[in-house]
């Protein structure tokens, strides 16, 4: 019986290597990159819980990865707008301020000591990494605050930058990261202003702390509910930077009675939740 042979196909000639990478390396890679996104929005906490998903195997869902990585680009282009202004120099220099006290012969005498110039303070560690830990959201402030018509104005050396605009904050001013929107004509050598910048520069701190452990939100958050239960002078957030410096004028120990109902409210509420969940889930 005679055998047929299968026709032989034409060899292709050979195209450059394709480089791929191994699924493990590519899977590994998708996961730096999640908990990088996590880390920028969500802070420590963020990461711990992207991480501990991954390790259970939980797959985000599409919408929840839209958001997060949306959100980390936008800090990176605020953050990268605000390396970029402070990298070209743009921000200026407070004025210094006009004598104020009488002269004599004609001739002004010294400065009174406690209308000298603050001491420049060295940048520290802790500066250089509040800095960037608060870069996103200083960068969002200033590019807010130059589209309102203000002018940012570099006047302490603790690292703060304040832009004087007309309106657009709260009270006397607001602190975002670093940057402090303000309608107050600051000068370099103002006890006032020296005061006031050493008050926003502790809330500079409080907004990296709480950015570092739970995200850039986690700071208003917390503010805006201690200021619900203990609005003003009573807020936890306002003492910690020091009422005086900040304008306050320092109340009776107590919170407001308002405060301490709303307090009891959120207590009532709160517990009531734990306990029907232990109720509907014993073994929870």
Same mark, same amino acid.
Not at 96 to 106: K, Y
Not at 117 to 132: D, I, K
């Given at each position: 019986?005679?055998?047929?042979?299968?026709?032989?196909?034409?060899?292709?000639?050979a195209?450059?290597?394709?480089?791929r990478?191994?699924?493990?390396?590519?899977?590994?890679?998708?996961?730096?990159?999640?908990w990088?996104?996590?880390?920028?929005?969500?802070?420590?906490?963020?990461?711990?819980?992207?991480?501990f998903?991954?390790?259970?195997?939980?797959?985000?869902t599409?919408?929840?990865?839209t958001l997060?990585?949306?959100?980390a680009?936008?800090?990176?282009?605020?953050?990268?707008?605000f390396?970029?202004?402070?990298?070209?120099?743009?921000?200026?220099?407070?004025?210094?301020?006009?004598?104020s006290?009488?002269?004599?012969?004609?001739?002004?005498?010294?400065r009174?000591?406690?209308s000298?110039?603050?001491?420049?303070?060295?940048?520290? /560690?802790?500066?250089t990494?509040?800095?960037v830990?608060?870069?996103?959201?200083?960068?969002? /402030?200033?590019?807010?605050?130059?589209?309102?018509?203000?002018a940012?104005?570099?006047?302490?050396?603790?690292?703060?930058?304040?832009?004087?605009?007309?309106?657009?904050?709260?009270?006397?001013?607001?602190?975002?990261?670093?940057?402090?929107?303000?309608?107050?004509r600051?000068?370099?050598?103002s006890?006032?202003?020296?005061?006031?910048?050493?008050?926003?520069a502790?809330?500079?701190?409080?907004?990296?702390?709480?950015?570092l452990?739970?995200g850039?939100l986690?700071?208003?958050?917390?503010?805006?509910?201690d200021?619900?239960?203990?609005?003003?002078?009573?807020?936890?957030?306002?003492?910690?930077?020091g009422?005086?410096?900040?304008?306050?004028v320092?109340?009776p120990?107590?919170?407001?009675a308002?405060?301490?109902?709303?307090?009891?409210?959120?207590?009532?509420?709160?517990g009531?939740?734990?306990?029907?969940?232990?109720?509907?889930?014993?073994?929870?």
């Amino acid at each position: 019986m005679a055998t047929t042979t299968p026709p032989l196909r034409p060899l292709s000639p050979a195209g450059p290597p394709t480089r791929r990478f191994p699924v493990g390396v590519r899977r590994r890679r998708r996961a730096a990159a999640w908990w990088a996104a996590c880390l920028a929005c969500g802070g420590v906490l963020g990461l711990l819980l992207a991480v501990f998903g991954t390790i259970r195997g939980e797959r985000p869902t599409r919408r929840r990865v839209t958001l997060v990585v949306a959100g980390a680009v936008v800090q990176l282009v605020c953050a990268s707008l605000f390396a970029g202004i402070a990298a070209a120099g743009d921000l200026r220099a407070c004025p210094a301020p006009a004598p104020s006290w009488p002269p004599e012969t004609g001739v002004y005498g010294p400065r009174p000591a406690e209308s000298s110039p603050p001491p420049q303070q060295g940048g520290g /560690a802790w500066q250089t990494l509040r800095t960037v830990i608060n870069a996103p959201v200083s960068g969002a /402030a200033l590019l807010y605050g130059e589209a309102r018509g203000g002018a940012a104005y570099q006047c302490a050396g603790n690292g703060t930058t304040a832009v004087v605009m007309d309106d657009g904050f709260s009270r006397g001013g607001t602190m975002y990261g670093t940057v402090f929107l303000t309608d107050q004509r600051t000068e370099q050598a103002s006890p006032r202003m020296r005061r006031l910048s050493e008050h926003e520069a502790k809330h500079s701190d409080q907004w990296a702390v709480s950015t570092l452990l739970a995200g850039p939100l986690a700071f208003p958050a917390l503010y805006s509910a201690d200021e619900a239960l203990f609005p003003g002078a009573f807020n936890h957030f306002e003492r910690a930077a020091g009422l005086a410096d900040g304008g306050y004028v320092t109340p009776p120990d107590a919170p407001p009675a308002p405060g301490r109902l709303a307090f009891l409210i959120v207590g009532l509420l709160a517990g009531y939740f734990v306990a029907s969940r232990r109720k509907r889930d014993p073994f929870g």
